[in-house]
């Protein structure tokens, strides 16, 4: 999309130039729509599960932009003759039934026939204009919270080959499908300087557009980055995904990794993520606030470095 001109409406409060999770339009003082669109292949066998994997990723992106999501469009590609048609009517029980639980109405839908099992939703929301949780308004000084763990692609790598466990499917497929609705609400409630949601660039392709379009620098403690139970392990069985290693290259010009870092901890920073978590930047004055809404929200974030004036690089992993 970088190729195509530059628009110029004033209505549009976030475009595609930016980079961010999701496009916003004003509808007037109050009131903005977020929308945004997200569809992909099945990363886990049980299909009611990929639909509410699939649905909390659609989602997320409306919560990466502090908005609030009202509605969704199911979409939908299914190859009638590899799978009956009950696997589907499963997929979309799932998406629905996370829908239902982010106060989302799945109001329609469409279904091409295709030659590869897809499945997303299309999420409209809503976002006061004047709260908009952009990726590109990070200030030195903030705080930086991750609010899930890293590590999807390589396990999920891992069981596509049929070398996981049920254990293993279990433990990331809930994780996935956590909503980021809660974390979502933190960050606007400790009014959040930027925060993005972690997919598929991983965290650092993430962290490299918001640094980008703040005009700073990210310093990432490697030590902090919670990173999933058994992702190093899949990681260094050499479970890595396509995703991590394009990451890696579309990344590689902006980082500055610390020398004691090895190859594999520069993988699993690059793992792309399905339904990751929010990378929150907040401002240090509010960092008792976060902390105390965290706890409340039962989110599990963790301080996993800070924000630096621009520097040689974008991102400094230490
Ligand atoms: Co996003
Ligand atoms: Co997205
Ligand atoms: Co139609």
Redesign the pocket.
């Known amino acids: 999309m970088e190729k195509l001109p530059t628009q110029h409406d004033p209505r549009v409060l976030v475009g595609f130039n930016t980079a ?3 496009g916003v339009i004003k509808l007037n003082d109050e009131i903005a729509l977020v929308q ?1 669109v ?1 569809i992909f292949t099945p990363i886990v066998d049980d299909p009611y599960m990929y639909g509410q994997i699939s649905a909390a990723n659609s989602l ?2 409306v919560y ?1 932009m502090g908005g609030k999501p009202l509605s969704a469009l199911n979409i939908v590609g299914f190859p009638r003759d590899i799978f009956p048609m009950e696997i589907l009517g499963e997929i979309l029980r799932g998406g629905q039934d996370k829908a239902l639980e982010a106060g989302v109405a799945v109001i329609g839908g469409h279904t091409i026939s295709d030659d590869e099992l897809k499945y997303g939703m299309a999420v409209t929301g809503i976002v006061n204009p004047h709260s908009i949780l952009t990726n590109s308004h990070a200030k030195a000084g903030d705080l930086l919270y991750l609010t899930k763990p890293i590590g999807t692609g390589t396990i999920t790598t891992c069981l596509k080959a049929g070398k996981g466990s049920a254990d293993m499917e279990t433990y990331v497929s809930e994780i996935m499908s956590v909503l980021n609705r809660r974390a979502s609400e933190v960050a606007i409630a400790v009014e959040a300087n930027a925060c ?4 598929g660039f991983g965290l650092l392709g ?1 962290a490299m557009e918001m640094a980008k379009g703040s005009k700073v620098s990210l310093e990432i403690e490697y030590n902090r980055v919670p990173i999933l139970d058994y992702a190093m392990e899949t990681t260094a069985k050499k479970f890595i995904p396509g995703g991590t290693k394009a990451n890696r290259l579309y990344t590689e010009p902006s980082v500055s990794y610390a020398s004691h870092l090895n190859e594999d901890q520069k993988f699993i920073l690059n793992d792309p993520q399905t339904s990751g978590g929010l990378l929150i930047s907040v401002p240090p004055e509010r960092q008792n606030d976060i902390k105390a809404a965290l706890q409340t929200a039962r989110v599990p974030a963790i301080l996993i470095g800070s924000v630096q004036p621009l520097k040689d690089k974008f991102l400094y992993i230490v």
């Open positions: 961010d999770d999701a945004t997200d997320s992106d990466a993005t949601d972690i997919t993430h």
